[in-house]
Antibody
C-alpha cells in the first residue's frame, strides 16, 4: 500500500541541527511532490516547504528560509528535511506528506506518521 | 502571506446534528482550498480539495463550498468518528510558496 514512513524521534540541543527522513513505498517516488508540515504540541499545522523529488526543486516558507533544507535520494525513495540552528520553539511533530494534483487542484493525500523533535538543553 | 482564519474555534454538536465550519482568507485564493481532519495522535487526513471535491473514500456527509475568500465545510449528520479538529489550507500558487493553514476548528460532542 501507499505509505510514507518517517524516522524516529529526536532530542536535540539548542543550536544543533536535525535531519528527518521520509521513505516512500507503494508508488513511484519521483511522480509526486513532497511537503513538510509541522505541529507544535496543542497547536495547529504549519506548512514548511515543498520538494519535487524528480528535479530536486524546492520552495520554503519564508519563516524557515535559511534554516531548512529539503533533499532526496531517489535510489531509496526517501525525502529528507534538515532544520538547523534549532531553538526551543522548534519542538514539534514534523510530518511529510505526498502532494497529489487533480485538474488544477492539489491536496496532501498521504501523510507520514510524524517525527517528534524535541529541542532542550 | 495569506492568512487563513477559521471560526468558530470550538463547535459543540450532538451526534446526528449538522456542523458548519467557516474559513476566511485574507485575500482571494479562488477555489484553491483544501480541508483536513485530524484526530488526536494521528496525522491529518485530506477531506476536500478544490474547495468542494471530496477526496477518495470520504463520506458524502462531508461537503465543501465557497470561493474567493469565504469557504464552508459542512458535515450533514455528525457521526461519532467525526469529532476531531478540522483545518482549512490554501494553495494559491504553484510551485508552492507560502501555503498556509487556518488555526483549526475543534468539533466536540455536546
Amino acid at each position: 500500500q501507499v505509505q510514507l514512513v518517517q524516522s524516529g524521534a529526536e532530542v536535540k540541543k539548542p543550536g544543533a541541527s536535525v535531519k528527518v527522513s521520509c521513505k516512500a513505498s507503494g508508488y513511484t517516488f519521483t511522480s509526486y511532490d513532497i511537503n513538510w508540515v509541522r505541529q507544535a504540541t496543542g497547536q495547529g499545522l504549519e506548512w514548511m516547504g515543498w520538494m519535487n523529488p524528480n528535479s530536486g526543486n524546492t520552495g520554503y516558507a519564508q519563516k524557515f528560509q535559511g534554516r531548512v533544507t529539503m533533499t532526496r535520494n531517489t535510489s531509496i525513495s526517501t525525502a529528507y528535511m534538515e532544520l538547523s540552528s534549532l531553538r526551543s520553539e522548534d519542538t514539534a511533530v514534523y510530518y511529510c506528506a505526498r502532494v497529489v494534483f487533480w485538474s488544477g487542484s492539489y491536496g496532501m493525500d498521504v501523510w507520514g506518521q510524524g517525527t517528534t523533535v524535541t529541542v532542550s538543553s | 502571506e495569506i492568512v487563513m482564519t477559521q471560526s468558530p474555534a470550538t463547535l459543540s454538536v450532538s451526534p446526528g446534528e449538522r456542523a458548519t465550519l467557516s474559513c476566511r482568507a485574507s485575500q482571494s485564493v479562488s477555489s484553491n482550498l483544501a480541508w483536513y481532519q485530524q484526530k488526536p495522535g494521528q496525522a491529518p487526513r485530506l477531506l476536500i480539495y478544490g474547495a468542494s471535491t471530496r477526496a477518495t473514500g470520504i463520506p458524502a456527509r462531508f461537503s465543501g463550498s465557497g470561493s474567493g475568500t469565504e469557504f464552508t465545510l459542512t458535515i450533514s449528520s455528525l457521526q461519532s468518528e467525526d469529532f476531531a479538529v478540522y483545518y482549512c489550507q490554501q494553495y494559491n500558487n504553484w510551485p508552492p510558496r507560502g501555503w498556509t493553514f487556518g488555526q483549526g476548528t475543534k468539533v466536540e460532542i455536546k
